[in-house]
């Protein structure tokens, strides 16, 4: 059953649902390792009977969570937290046998999901209404901030454990209860932090974590009237289908999708910093995340000199499994995503490109990708239009400033993007006429619970963590106290 993942504890490698506090469902849906290809757990395969049970047991715990003072939930939220710093290498090693992650990043995703824990049990005591300046002299104007209500969380497998903290922790701070669906080729993180959970004191029925059909539980929280807010992180594809069916029951819907990022490298850059800020942007999770840097551009005087450190960076990234020492690059996560990969590079060769390192699949074999560098890549090709999500470097060599800007822009989506320049003006000038949600200026990597996360465009329109990250699962009620 758990072959080749050896735990400290071996409970937590839970291989059945979390529903009403119970566990529950046979493990029948494999769970595989990318690295290896073998089968690690199983867990269970369930739809539509199940998702409704569990917003029913969530709309049930609900009005005893939401009546808990924010200390209450605070104290529950801090010993999740704590259990999770606890186990973080039993939860990195599952996260790595089954997404395909170095074991250090596998930890610090732990670490970078934990934290979202601990921050909102800390800014639920902060959650704050108003008294407004009142069009009576006899009334006073009294808002607050409630909880909204039943959350449903949809979650993609490229952050398994920090995807679903970013969402559930605070919308348990503020007293909503969820329905989790992890994504299928990594529900085993999601069902650790279940059993944490309920180590930690979380009431049966506020969090509850379903596994099985996509298609079919997504139907449920979109449609169940129980269900308030629909979060969703993932591609646009899927994204947009939510919302079109989330309408009927006009719920909110909360997402977090796709991207393509820009990354800058203007002539009067450090390329040393902007060197290790690509591969950092770039090769992080073998390419695999929504902020990827995908499109390098690179400005004419300084373009032949970056390509060539960035060669040397990425040469000296070790290729295999995750769990082994020294690992960079771990596998792509399935047979599909290294397809994607292979047309983006056969498409950009064929548009005239030229593969300076790599551009074929790693000699390890299975779904190891070997890390590659393009020169020479243009607009027009699926690289420059599309997310291609894996260890692809392709680079762009453009002029000036505002052609540069223009590309950078001419994306659907705007979630990330990356700019390097000593120059202050241009720092300015350039991160403001990026139609971006996020910008890294001198850095590679932008990620923290401390500030808010999130896109523009088609990348969605919600905003997780920092205080912003509360709001989705709030509403707010406005009181006329008159008479007075
Ligand atoms: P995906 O959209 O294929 O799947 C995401 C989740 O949606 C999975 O749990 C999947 O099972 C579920 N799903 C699929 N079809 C569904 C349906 N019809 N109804 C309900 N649920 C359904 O995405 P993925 O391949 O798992 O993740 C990669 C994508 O996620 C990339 O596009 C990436 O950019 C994006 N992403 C975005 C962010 C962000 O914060 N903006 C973060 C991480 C990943």
Known sequence: MTEGLVLDDPSLLVERCLIGGRFVGDPVEPVVDPATGRTIARVPRLGAEAATAAVEQAQAAFPAWAARTAKERATVLRAWFEQIRAHRADLALILTSEQGKPLAEALGEIDYAAAFVEYYAEEAKRVAGETLASHRADARIL???EPIGVIGAITPWNFPAAMITRKVAPALAVGCTALVKPAPETPLTALALGELAVRAGLPPGVLNIVTGDAAAIGAVMTGHPAVRVVSFTGSTEVGRRLMAQAAPTVKRVALELGGNAPFIVFDDADLDAAVEGAIAAK???????????????????????????LATAIESLQ?????????????????????????????????GATVALGGRRHPRGGTFYAPTLLIGATPTMRIAREETFGPVAALFRFTDEEEVIAQANASETGLAAYVYTRDLGRAFRVSEALEYGMVGLNTGLISTELAPFGGVKQSGHSREGSHHGLEDYCTLKYVLVAGL
């Open 143 to 145: 808002v607050t901030r």
């Open 319 to 351: 290729v295999g499994p995750g769990t082994e020492p020294g690992v960079a690059q771990g596998p792509l996560i399935n047979a599909r995503a290294l397809a994607k990969v292979e047309a983006h590079v056969a498409d950009a060769v064929a548009g």
């Open 283 to 309: 090769f992080r999770n073998m390419g695999q995340t929504c902020v990827c840097a995908n499109r390098l551009y690179v400005q004419d005087a300084v373009h032949d000199a970056f390509a060539s450190r």
